[in-house]
């Protein structure tokens, strides 16, 4: 089943604007990352947070966590056309040996 | 530094053959995990090395197996190739496994015809 999954889908927004993306888990984990992905190909980390932090920034993005709901929130304030692309939660789980699971992603455009 | 490398970029195959895809880590990194990823969905694990050791697998079938080498590069080996093969291949590689920030590179665009 679906571990991780973003909502929403898919987003669209204009330059300047801020834009929210959401991210559920089902199983205890102990980080969660949030990466980019620009026209199918590598995917760049973003931001890792661990499960014992609720907080965490890095230049425009704020991510949140909240492992009592096992959920998570990636902010990008004063978006850019350049931030285009698609955003993707993943966690490290331990069942059965170790995993690694991504959710759906979010398609974000920032229009100019 | 240089990222993750991955070969070949590119890769077309019939139904039945068999695929071999490369990676190589960043240097200093011992842990290297494969994804496959269809068109319009999120990377799906595949496996982990750590150490040259099998330390995850996915839900894929025994057709997908991997290895790592003593220098921490690693091949995806996909046999009987299927029509759903078709994907891109992703590698990651990491200091210290799963846990830790995953680096990924570009990728291998599978078609399997």
């Known amino acids: 089943s679906q571990q991780g999954e973003e909502d929403p889908q898919a987003l669209s927004i204009q330059e300047g604007e801020n834009a929210t993306m959401n991210c559920s888990y089902k199983?205890?984990?102990?980080?969660l990352q949030w990466y980019r992905q620009n026209s199918g190909r590598g995917l760049v980390h973003l931001i890792l947070i661990r499960s014992n932090e609720r907080e965490k920034h890095s230049g425009r993005l704020r991510v949140t966590l909240d492992t009592s709901k096992k959920s998570s929130s990636l902010l990008i304030t004063a978006s850019r056309a350049a931030d285009t692309a698609s955003y993707f939660c993943a966690t490290d789980q331990h069942n059965y040996g170790q995993n690694f699971v991504f959710g759906p992603g979010t398609r974000l455009s920032v229009l100019p | 530094d240089a990222g993750v490398t991955q070969s070949p970029t590119h890769l077309i195959k019939t139904r039945g053959q068999h695929v071999t895809l490369r990676c190589s880590p960043i240097s200093g990194h011992k842990s290297v995990s494969w994804y496959q990823q269809v068109l319009g969905q999120g990377p799906q694990f595949i496996f982990q090395?750590?150490?040259?050791?099998?330390?995850g697998r996915g839900n894929f079938p025994d057709r997908f197996s991997a290895r790592q080498f003593p220098n921490y590069s690693s091949e995806l080996n996909v046999n009987a190739l299927l029509l759903g093969d078709s994907a891109l291949y992703l590698c990651a590689s990491s200091q210290t496994g799963l846990a830790g920030t995953q680096y990924f590179g570009p990728g291998t665009r599978l078609l399997v015809l």
């Open positions: 090395y750590y150490e040259k050791e099998e330390r």
């Open positions: 199983t205890s984990i102990n980080n």
